[in-house]
């Protein structure tokens, strides 16, 4: 079995939170190679209608992925802070536990209500070119994504145990896999159909598995830090359900409040006339895929952040977790500010060279950008913040500040405008700049205030 990582909880503080974040990171951005990918051939295979039925698709996926993931953050932020104490017994029964409901509620729930729902949910946020395209594709999320699902529990719970190597591997296995699929099936290679975008889906569906399986071979083979239950039993331990709930279904309505304001804010840029699927298009385009190198790394220092943050409250070293904390949030800084100066300069080029021909499209995806190349700085320093107060357990002051921030200011100002007959792209590029900011400011004040430093967590008793 692994022993665990004692670089993460003393020596060097930026070796601490390097040594997690490079391997999160880069996970993050070799699983954004994908959607690209797809982005480029779906766009130059099918057309733009089709590249916002995924990015719509998506968005709606979304709400219900990160719903779900609510146990995923709660049992991070135990197997981190169990970590930090070296126990092994705690990290197992958390991790089991939460595989067990995740499985229930994926067969139960998401599966036969995303199917029915997905109709009705795409006809309040896309137009009826893009439908055609999204329906199927959603439908199919819905369905068949449990070993994207699984994926993402076994990669944070490798991550909060001080292994986030093992996400990397099996990260570019699963990108490299997903490539070949969706080519094969988005083209219609050799004996196979052309799916077009179904085919997109298939591959984002079924790539994850040859990872998923190698990942429980390792685990029951005693390769890592988690090992194999004792005994197998398909009954609930309600105690870990309790404890992993209280603290991550407030990350989880976090979560669904961001991505419930992102779909909203799709039904406002489909409302404008004349411009509706070319706006579509472009916000998909650019802030689901360009804009996704900012994201992707902002979610990958916030994961980075929120382990180190917990291994050392954990090991009884808070200062030094709230260090880790600002490095963080430095180096997202330097990596958005990067980026931003290409989305300001090159914005055609980036938007051509993911197979975007339509020239309004490209007139509106760069003011976009150019809104963008400052949001970056805001969403990467936020998300840096958002992981330490995470980590430390501090789970419902982010969730009041994603509602404040992507519900009251966000959807907020394009309601307004809308009312006056006056929302515009430019209007709503301007509201996401603005809710970016505004997240900042009250992520960092929240984190100075230190409130976080008195949050206890455990496992409930049985």
């Known amino acids: 079995m692994k022993q665990f990582d004692d670089d993460i909880i003393s020596g060097s503080i930026l070796k601490s939170v390097w040594k997690i974040t490079w391997p999160v990171v880069i996970t993050q951005l070799v699983a954004g190679v994908h959607g690209f990918l797809d982005h480029m051939m779906v766009g130059r295979y099918v057309g733009y209608e089709a590249q916002a039925a995924i990015g719509v698709s998506w968005q709606l996926f979304l709400v219900i992925l990160v719903f779900l993931s609510s146990f995923f953050h709660g049992m991070n932020i135990l197997m981190a802070r169990y970590s930090g104490r070296r126990d092994h017994d705690a990290i197992n029964r958390v991790f089991f536990e939460v595989l067990k409901i995740s499985v229930y509620l994926l067969l139960l729930f998401v599966a036969p209500v995303g199917y029915f729902a997905a109709p009705y949910l795409l006809q309040w946020v896309t137009t009826d070119e893009v439908m055609v395209y999204a329906l199927p594709y959603l439908r199919l999320l819905f369905t068949g994504a449990y070993p994207l699902f699984i994926m993402f529990l076994l990669n944070g719970a490798f991550q909060s145990t001080g292994y986030p190597k093992i996400p990397l591997y099996f990260g570019i296995g699963t990108t490299i896999f997903k490539i070949i699929v969706s080519f094969i099936l988005i083209t219609g290679v050799g004996p196979f159909p052309e799916m077009g975008v ?34 197998l039993s398909f009954k609930m ?8 709930a209280r603290i991550g279904i407030p990350s989880g309505i976090q979560a669904v409040l961001l991505n419930l304001g992102g779909a909203v804010l799709l039904g406002y840029i489909a409302s404008l006339e004349g411009l509706a699927t070319e706006a579509l298009a472009a916000y998909t385009v650019c802030y689901g895929q360009l804009f996704s190198l900012v994201t992707w790394t902002g979610f990958g220092l916030r994961a980075a952040c929120a382990t180190v943050m917990g291994q050392n409250i954990g090991a009884g070293k808070l200062e030094r977790g709230k260090k880790g904390v600002y490095v963080g949030a430095m180096v997202g800084f330097i990596w958005a500010a990067l980026l931003g100066i290409l989305y300001w300069a090159i914005p055609g080029h980036l938007l051509r060279f993911i197979s975007v021909t339509d020239e309004t499209v490209i007139e509106i995806g760069t003011e976009l950008l150019h809104f963008l190349s400052f949001s970056g700085l805001f969403v990467v320093v936020t998300l840096a ?32 405008f809308q009312q006056r007959g006056e929302l515009t792209t430019t209007v709503i590029w301007s509201s996401i700049l603005v809710a970016h900011l505004s997240r900042l400011t009250l992520t960092y004040a929240m984190f100075v205030q230190g409130k976080w430093k008195h949050i206890k967590v455990e496992l409930d008793h049985t």
């Open 198 to 231: 179904l085919g997109a889906g298939i591959g984002t569906c079924i790539g994850p598995l040859p990872s998923v399986f190698i990942a429980f071979y390792l685990i029951l083979n005693h390769k890592v830090i988690i090992a194999p239950p004792k005994s």
């Open 385 to 416: 913040f958002t992981g330490g107060l995470q980590g430390a357990g501090d789970t419902k002051r982010p969730m009041v500040i994603a509602f404040i921030t992507q519900i009251i200011v966000l959807l907020g100002i394009c309601a307004f």
């Open 237 to 244: 331990d309600w105690a870990v359900i309790r404890s992993v």
